[in-house]
C-alpha cells in the first residue's frame, strides 16, 4: 500500500481533520486521496498553470470525488472568487476537503481567509505552515487588505450599533 511519503506531494499542509492542502496533484496522489475518505478536492490553478494536470477532474471523479476548479491568477485574485471559495467550503463543512493549486500558494492564502473571516479563527491559528515558506508579495498582500475590508464592512454592517446594547 502506498503511503504518504512515497508520494511526495508538493508543499503539503495538513490544516486540520478535515482539510488538507498541497501543491499541483497527479493522478497517483489523486487516488491515495480518495482512499484517505476525502469526498471533494478543490483547484484553484487555472488550467494554464505550470504543471497541471491534463483532466484532472475526469480523474478526481473516476476516483469517486467531486471536483471543483476556481480558476485564480496567481498575478490577480479576485474577492468574487474568494467568496466563492468561502461559500463551497462552507457547504462541504462535514466533509473530507482537499485542495490545491501548482504550488499551495493561492490555496494558503484563500484557506486563511476562509479561516479567519467565515470560521472566526484567529490570525495565529488561521496561519498555515505554507506561511514558512511563501511570503506573500505585494499583489497578495494587497489582496488581503482588500478581503479585510470586505469582510471587515460585512462583519460592521451585520453588527448592532453600541447604543442598542444594554
Known sequence: MTNMNELEFVNYVQINDMIATSGQ?????????????????????????QDTLPEEGKIVASNFMTYINIPVLYEDPQIDQLKMFCAVMSTLAEQKVWIHCAKN??????????QRYEQKVSHHEALSEMFKKWTPDDTWLE???EAETHF?????????????VA
Open 25 to 49: 496533484l497527479n493522478d497517483q496522489q489523486i487516488k491515495f486521496i480518495s482512499n484517505q475518505g476525502y469526498t471533494t478536492i478543490i483547484n484553484l490553478a487555472p488550467h494554464t498553470a
Open 105 to 114: 500558494t493561492r490555496v494558503a492564502a484563500f484557506v486563511y481567509l476562509f
Open 143 to 145: 489582496f488581503f487588505e
Open 152 to 164: 471587515f464592512s460585512i462583519t460592521r454592517y451585520k453588527r448592532r450599533p453600541q447604543a442598542m
